[in-house]
C-alpha cells in the first residue's frame, strides 16, 4: 500500500473473499488508496486468465454482485479481470461488463458519481465503454512483456512477466513518458511484487520531481 495510489480488489469470483475484501479495504482507505472492483470469471484454479463461456446477462449479474461487494467499501475505479491477453476483447462481452456496473449504478442512485473502468491500452473496448457513457483509463503493465503488437505476450512463455525491478521500472517510465495511459498497473501475483512496486514508484517519482510518498499521476 505505501507504493501504490488505487488498489484492484478481487471481488470472490478468480480469487478473494469477503474478509479478504473488508481486511485489503481497510488497509487502502487508511492510507489513502483508492480502490476499485475487480471482478472475475469464477474459476479460482486458473486465477480467471482462462475463457468462460458465458452468457452476457451472466456477466452483467457477475459485475453487478462485485460492484455490490465493493462499493460497500467505497470502490471508485473498476477494472475487469482478463482471461484474453490482447487488446481486443469480444464487444458483447466487453458490453456486459460496461453495463452491469453500469446498470447497478442507475440502480443505486439515478446516475451516480463518475466511475473509472481501466481498460487495456489500444483496446476498442475503450472506445466502445466510453460511447457507453463510461470514463475510462487505458492501462498499462510494468511486470508483463509485450508483443511488437501491442498485445500481451502469453503466460504460456516463461519470459511473459517481468520479475526484475529494475527492468519493470524502465518499462513503467518509457509508458509514461509515451503519454498514452493512465494508469500503471503491477499485479500482486508477479514474483516480487512489492521489490517491483517499490522501484517503479521511486522511477516515478525522480522523473515527476516529487517525493515518493506523494501521489503520482499514475496509478
Request: proline share 8%; charged share 25%.
Amino acid at each position: 500500500m505505501e507504493f501504490i495510489t488505487s488498489a484492484n480488489i478481487a471481488c470472490g469470483g478468480h480469487a478473494g473473499d469477503e474478509a479478504a475484501m473488508e481486511r485489503i479495504a481497510r488497509l487502502a482507505l487508511a492510507r489513502g488508496v483508492r480502490i476499485g472492483a475487480h471482478p472475475g470469471y469464477p474459476d479460482r484454479a486458473n486465477f480467471g486468465r482462462v475463457a468462460i463461456p458465458m452468457p452476457a446477462a451472466e456477466i452483467e449479474r457477475m459485475v453487478r454482485g462485485a460492484d455490490r461487494a465493493a462499493r460497500h467499501r467505497g470502490a471508485q475505479p473498476r477494472r475487469p479481470h482478463r482471461s484474453r491477453e490482447t487488446p481486443r476483447r469480444p464487444l458483447p462481452c466487453g458490453r456486459a461488463e460496461c453495463g452491469g456496473g453500469a446498470r447497478h449504478r442507475r440502480r443505486r442512485s439515478g446516475v451516480g458519481p463518475p466511475r473509472t473502468l481501466f481498460g487495456l491500452a489500444g483496446s476498442p473496448m475503450l472506445d466502445v465503454w466510453r460511447q457507453m457513457g463510461m470514463q475510462v483509463a487505458a492501462e498499462a503493465f510494468a511486470d508483463r512483456r509485450y508483443e511488437p503488437d501491442g498485445t500481451l505476450r502469453s503466460r504460456q512463455f516463461p519470459d511473459a512477466l517481468i520479475a526484475n525491478p529494475r527492468q519493470a521500472a524502465a518499462q513503467a517510465l518509457r509508458f509514461a513518458r509515451a503519454g498514452k495511459v493512465q494508469t500503471i498497473c503491477v499485479h500482486g501475483d508477479t514474483p516480487g511484487a512489492v521489490d517491483i512496486l517499490r522501484a517503479c514508484r521511486e522511477a516515478l517519482a525522480r522523473v515527476a520531481g516529487r517525493p515518493r510518498r506523494r501521489a503520482l499521476p499514475y496509478q
